[in-house]
């Protein structure tokens, strides 16, 4: 059972950055943190979970939400078994809880919720206007 733990989150104005982290641990099956492609998603309150970044096992092509794009950058050091999403110019409309997650299905990072087997508690990023 891989458990993830998000940080970073916190309250900033329109305009600011935030990076957040999420560690992995408890690996099975000889497994690793090279082995699990990582996803962050967020949710809004009253809104669904929605896909925000995602990079693939290797480190190779990330994806981005179009509304994220170029300003949000997902990374990862497999060394520190860490995935971070650096975030730049945060708008009101980013508000949401974020989480990491982890999956080993496909060859490529999935920009579905559903292809996760592994979730964070997530973290509270709140930005005001």
């Given at each position: 059972?891989?458990?993830?733990?998000?940080?970073?989150g916190g309250l900033?104005q329109?305009?600011?950055?935030?990076?957040?982290?999420?560690?992995?641990?408890g690996?099975?099956?000889?497994h690793?943190?090279?082995?699990?492609?990582m996803?962050?998603?967020?949710q809004?309150?009253?809104?669904?979970r929605?896909?925000v970044?995602a990079i693939?096992?290797?480190?190779?092509?990330?994806?981005?939400?179009?509304?994220v794009?170029?300003?949000?950058?997902?990374?990862?050091d497999n060394a520190?078994?860490?995935?971070?999403?650096?975030?730049f110019?945060?708008?009101?409309?980013?508000?949401a809880?974020?989480?990491?997650?982890?999956?080993?299905v496909?060859?490529?990072?999935?920009?579905s919720?559903?292809s996760?087997?592994f979730?964070g508690?997530g973290?509270?990023?709140?930005?005001s206007?």
């Open positions: 059972q891989v458990q993830l733990a998000e940080s970073g900033v329109a305009g600011d950055s935030l990076r957040l982290s999420c560690v992995a641990s690996y099975t099956f000889g690793t943190f090279g082995t699990y492609h996803g962050w998603f967020r809004a309150p009253g809104k669904e929605e896909f970044a693939s096992r290797s480190g190779g092509t990330p994806e981005y939400a179009d509304s794009k170029a300003r949000f950058t997902i990374s990862r520190k078994n860490t995935v971070y999403l650096q975030m110019s945060l708008k009101p409309e980013d508000t809880v974020y989480y990491c997650a982890a999956s080993w496909g060859s490529v990072a999935s920009t919720p559903g996760y087997t979730w508690q973290t509270q990023v709140a930005v206007s």
